[in-house]
């Protein structure tokens, strides 16, 4: 991956985007995009899409959504401490002392999820998961008065930036879940834009809000674009941990490339062409069997108005859904390959009836 791309991934994982509060990695993906489209614009809802060709036929649609699991402040402590809802399925035994950015208007605020020393649990709590009304923030404030100038009801709140090279071809932090969807939709569209006398269809690049809290973002946008093909981008699990039961869960590892899905949310056609380009390009991939409507953006793009030929590309992630989400640049890249390669193949000859 180039210097230049590399940057903008790290620009986009250290912007906050909790669902419904993706103003800033919406704003940093329009600019950076207005560079290599015909047009750019953002949705009512929030959608940021970019296009080239946006006249012509077939109209393709790539979505990777830009939100993030996060929180809400929902209640102030009269000692100033703060309690919070959830945005996105969260492993709540996980969230008790982490740092927290709390995004105000004003600017962000410093937090730290609290949690009561293991020398003070009576030994039969020690083992307890906490409730999610019995976790709060520490933002350092005396009293409820003093919290109330630095914070308001409903400020979103995410865990704090964390992007960082694990080693060699990996990295890790917060929210890969799904801004590396977004990431790769945008480097897909640069890719096509620079070779577009080639291209003859019509690309709708889009990075989607509030796919965490019910695929919302997707089901707009693809109704507003009305496309004949639609491909989801969104991470998929990582098989490869030693706690894992691949009979369960199938055989996907980490950097052994982009995960492309099969099943009854899938276009067979879409299925077959990504693979096929995958393999005469000499580009690493592997298969994944999902039985049932994925919980992506896939989903609700193939049910859109008539019903859309749908695929989903998915990027090998560990520890999806926690602060320390894993993944690997050879995956993300094969994920861009097979994309751009597909979108060049896709003509108005192509049926995806079958």
């Not at 959830?86 to 740092?99: A, E, Q």
């Not at 090279?165 to 990295?171: E, G, N, P, T, V």
């Not at 939709?185 to 965490?212: C, D, H, I, P």
């Amino acid at each position: 991956m180039d210097k230049e791309s590399l940057i903008f991934l790290e620009k986009l994982m250290n912007l906050p985007s909790p669902s419904g509060y993706e103003q800033k990695v919406r704003q940093a993906w329009l600019a950076e995009m207005k560079k290599f489209s015909d047009e750019i614009k953002s949705d009512v809802h929030g959608n940021a899409i970019s296009m080239v060709n946006p006249d012509k036929h077939p109209r393709i649609m790539l979505a990777g959504h830009m939100d993030e699991l996060g929180f809400q402040v929902g209640y102030i402590h009269e000692k100033g401490y703060i309690y919070f809802n959830r945005l996105g399925g969260f492993d709540i035994s996980i969230i008790p002392g982490r740092k927290v950015r709390i995004h105000t208007k004003n600017g962000d605020i410093l937090g730290v999820t609290g949690k009561k020393a293991i020398h003070l649990f009576d030994k039969e709590d020690r083992e307890k998961v906490l409730k999610p009304h019995q976790l709060y923030i520490d933002i350092g404030a005396k009293d409820k008065k003093e919290a109330q100038k630095l914070v308001e009801i409903g400020d979103p709140i995410t865990y704090d930036t964390n992007f960082e090279k694990l080693r060699k071809d990996l990295y890790v932090s917060r929210a890969f879940d799904d801004k590396i969807g977004a990431f790769v939709v945008a480097e897909v569209m640069k890719n096509v834009f620079k070779r577009r006398k080639e291209f003859k269809g019509s690309l709708y690049s889009v990075a989607t809000v509030q796919e965490e809290v019910g695929l919302r973002g997707a089901r707009t946008s693809a109704f507003g674009i009305d496309p004949d093909i639609g491909i989801a981008i969104d991470v998929t699990h990582a098989t490869d941990t030693p706690d894992v039961d691949k009979k369960k869960v199938g055989d996907i590892g980490l950097g052994d490339g982009a995960s492309i899905v099969r099943g009854p949310n899938i276009n067979h056609k879409v299925f077959d062409m990504l693979m096929d380009n995958a393999k005469k390009h000499n580009v690493s991939y592997q298969v994944e069997a999902a039985a049932r409507p994925t919980g992506t953006d896939a989903n609700v793009i193939q049910i859109t108005r008539a019903g859309v030929a749908t695929g989903l590309v998915s990027i090998p992630c560990r520890y999806m859904h926690t602060y320390t989400e894993v993944v690997s640049l050879k995956d993300v890249e094969s994920a861009i390959n097979i994309l751009t390669e597909f979108c060049f193949q896709v003509d108005d000859s192509v049926n995806f009836i079958e």
